[in-house]
């Protein structure tokens, strides 16, 4: 039997992902019989498939630790963008009209589902392409071209360095079809508010300072500097290192300064022009595409109006779980009393020099540690890449968020790293560590990543689709369940669990406030320093943050609750028979997956267990 698309909007509401997978204890994902053939056939096609989109994507290369293009950048033109969409439609034809679905095993028809899930997410994007701002205070090409290269482009050997020097003399091409976007963005109305502007301008203006950018600046620039270390490992001799040295400052001067300089000085025209309209709402067509974010980000059909009512309700469950821990530690007083006290008391914040941001980073690791020896009693599958923690670098600390996790490469030569953003260590209490730390590292996203890159005989692209309902909501349920191993055994620890769980809720208010409800971001920033104990620093980025990604601070709690409402339906039915760990392998051996998906693969397992 063939099956057809049902077009873009068939992903949204009712999608028909079905997974006829009997997951047992001992097997969870074990080997079917049936249709191996078929699904051998249509692995291989999804492998070409994949080294197509490689070929493509340089830059995808790098980050998965791949060298065979490591001189260049991925085209950035939005004319590349539609031939990818081109390319994966004309992909889905092809496995329509040349594999039978119902001749693939139990995964195959898993990986096809996924596949053409894919397609229809990706038609559904290109309707708000131009809705996305290519330069936020967040992401962007500004600061993904020096990650890349101080993250994901190693120097091995002389090659490795003459690549590097090539992708710094190739910035200024990428640069421009940059500007091309950010020109024709403006023209069609969507220019980002005003306050983003001067968070892009100072990281760019951070990767330009120094040497050789600068005349008598007494320090290398973060690339030069590098570069500089890279080479220092290789084995050569004065003259050559001089030579790649020499070669690298040419570039720099030459290349990747003037494409810096042209993108500030649009950026500083754009700036003049920018306004202090927040909400998605100001854009063309604003309420349906915030609807359409709402549906991407959370894989669910949830209007904006449920989702601030869900939020409201949150809010109040667990200010009322909060009011208990105020007895249990003896404060007397009001709770919002006790989130003045959490902000301003200096026995929750580290000193704000260099020796407090060692002790963060030295207790953060010690906090992953300690439960990565519990790691047995949560999982079955461990994963082998290393994980390690490192401060947010300074070039793009001002402006970068509280803290977030990078993959490693598959093959485990890169770690998964979990950075904490330092910049300012009044905004990283120490009663939020625990929670901080196993969300982003373990049992949080890098089990889940690692998990999924590692996962024998899973086609390639499944390892890397991005679903953010389902990788925050784990990242938010990992906070909860070391809890129920005996962790946060200080109360104001649990106070920070229950803190960052309490901000998750606070985002489905102010993002809906915001860009459904015409909130400012004063008021939404407001709201958060009303409800939460984080301080005004972190308020604001967070606020800052939500206005230029629209949507995506929803599905962390959206994607929570879902896992918890399937664990604890598992646990009803199954009784004495449920297995945690088996729950964790259904949830993260499949790599990810649409929170409908996942429902359904998780009633697959108690169904078979029963």
């Keep these: 039997m063939k099956i057809r698309s049902e077009g873009p909007a068939a992903w949204v509401v009712g999608l028909a992902l079905s997974v006829a997978c009997a997951a047992t204890r001992e097997a969870p994902h074990g080997a079917h019989t049936r249709g191996a053939t078929e699904t051998e056939r249509l692995n291989a096609f999804f492998e070409q498939v994949f080294e197509q989109r490689l070929a493509r994507d340089p830059m995808l290369q790098a980050q998965l630790g791949l060298g065979s293009q490591s001189s260049l950048w991925t085209d950035q033109s939005e004319a590349f963008e539609e031939e990818s969409e081109r390319l994966l439609?004309?992909?889905v034809r092809r496995m329509q009209d040349e594999f039978d679905f119902e001749a693939l095993d139990d995964e195959g028809q898993l990986s096809w589902r996924l596949f053409q899930f894919e397609a229809w997410r990706a038609a559904d994007n290109a309707r708000w392409r131009q809705h996305g701002y290519p330069l936020t205070q967040m992401r962007g090409l500004h600061t993904r071209v020096p990650s890349l290269l101080l993250d994901q482009h190693p120097i091995r050997s002389v090659d490795d360095a003459r690549a590097y020097v090539a992708r710094l003399t190739g910035v200024p091409a990428i640069f421009a079809q940059l500007e091309?976007?950010?020109?024709?963005r403006e023209e069609a109305g969507i220019l980002p508010p005003a306050f983003v502007f001067p968070h892009v301008l100072g990281a760019c203006r951070n990767i330009v300072s120094g040497r050789p950018f600068e005349p008598g600046a007494l320090a290398?620039?973060?690339?030069?500097?590098d570069f500089r270390a890279k080479v220092a490992d290789l084995e050569l001799g004065d003259s050559e290192r001089a030579a790649l040295e020499a070669a690298a400052v040419r570039a720099l001067r030459e290349h990747v300064q003037p494409a810096y300089e042209s993108l500030i000085a649009l950026?500083?025209?754009?700036?003049?022009?920018a306004d202090d309209r927040d909400g998605a709402w100001k854009l063309p067509n604003g309420g349906e595409f915030y609807e359409a974010a709402l549906r991407r980000m959370t894989t669910t059909d949830l209007s904006a109006d449920e989702i601030h009512a869900?939020?409201?309700?949150?809010?109040?469950?667990i200010h009322g779980e909060m009011q208990a821990l105020l007895v249990e530690v003896g404060f007397e007083g009001t709770l919002p009393e006790f989130f003045v006290h959490m902000r301003t008391a200096p026995a929750f914040f580290y000193p704000d020099d260099a020796e407090g941001r060692t002790r963060y980073l030295e207790r953060a690791t010690e906090l992953i540690d300690a439960l990565r020896a519990r790691l047995p009693d949560l999982f079955h599958t461990l994963p082998r890449a290393p994980m390690i923690v490192r401060a947010v670098e300074p070039y793009r600390e001002r402006s970068a968020g509280k803290a977030f996790y990078s993959p490693g490469s598959p093959d485990g030569a890169r770690p998964g790293i979990y950075y904490a953003n330092l910049a300012s260590m009044a905004d990283m209490p120490t009663y939020q560590m625990e929670a901080l730390a196993y969300h982003e590292g373990i049992p949080g996203h890098h089990m889940q990543f690692a998990i999924a890159q590692e996962i024998d005989g899973l086609p390639r692209f499944r390892r890397y689709l991005r679903y953010t309902a389902y990788s925050e909501g784990w990242?938010?349920?990992?906070?909860?369940?070391?809890?129920?191993?005996?962790?946060?055994?200080d109360p104001y620890s649990d106070f920070g669990r229950l803190a960052m769980e309490l901000w998750r809720a606070c985002r489905l208010v102010v993002d809906t406030g915001i860009h459904k409800l015409r909130w400012s971001r004063e008021r939404a920033i407001a709201y958060l320093e009303a409800n939460t104990p984080n301080p005004p620093g972190d308020c604001t980025k967070a606020i800052e943050r939500y206005i230029v990604m629209p949507g995506q601070a929803t599905a962390y709690l959206v994607g929570r609750n879902r896992l918890l409402e399937l664990r604890a339906r598992a646990r009803r039915v199954l009784g004495a028979r449920f297995d945690l760990r088996t729950f964790h392998e259904i949830v993260l051996t499949s790599g990810p997956v649409p929170l409908s998906l996942l429902e359904e693969r998780v009633m697959e397992w108690i169904a078979g267990s029963s």
Excluded at 180 to 184: D, E, F, G, S
Excluded at 310 to 317: A, M
């Design 89 to 91: 439609e004309q992909a």
């Design 267 to 273: 950026l500083t025209e754009q700036a003049g022009r």
């Design 220 to 225: 290398d620039s973060t690339l030069l500097a």
């Design 180 to 184: 091309a976007k950010l020109r024709h």
């Design 310 to 317: 869900l939020g409201l309700r949150e809010v109040e469950r």
């Design 475 to 489: 990242g938010l349920y990992a906070e909860l369940v070391p809890k129920e191993l005996g962790f946060y055994a």
